[in-house]
């Protein structure tokens, strides 16, 4: 039985009306705030490139959106602001949904991933 198949918790990813625009409106101040905790930031970056590629279809936008916005969300299975364990949830929802898609994670969406991250770095200098 495959851990992330289509009949488990993270087989079931549905984008939510407002999901959209939460993670529009909060996942780079997140991001800024929490990327040099978390292993799972280059993923998240070219999820969150990946959403915007007007390439990539609907359904898998509504996977990462879904999966984003549980990120972005302040209260969540376990609380962000829980030492070592509270982006653990976080992460495996994220890892999940990008098993579920990972073809349409292009190089080009990793690579502004990157960027976005270096100039994250750079701008807290």
């Known amino acids: 039985m495959a851990v992330f198949g ?5 087989g079931r990813f549905r984008a939510r009306k407002g999901d959209a625009a939460r993670v529009r409106d909060e996942f ?10 978390i292993p799972f930031a280059e993923d998240a970056v070219a999820a969150y490139y990946c959403t915007l590629d007007r390439e990539t ?3 898998v936008r509504g996977t ?12 969540d299975l376990l609380p962000d602001i829980m030492p070592a364990l509270g982006f653990t949830d976080d992460a495996a929802v994220l890892m ?11 190089p080009e969406h990793r690579q502004a991933a990157r960027t976005a991250l270096s100039d994250l770095k750079t701008e807290k200098k």
């Open 96 to 106: 999940a949904a990008l098993q579920m898609i990972s073809a349409h994670i292009k």
């Open 57 to 59: 279809p609907l359904r």
């Open 6 to 10: 289509a009949g488990t918790f993270f």
């Open 28 to 37: 780079w101040p997140k991001m800024k705030a929490v990327a040099a905790k």
């Open 64 to 75: 990462l959106l879904a999966a984003l916005a549980y990120f972005v969300m302040p209260l």
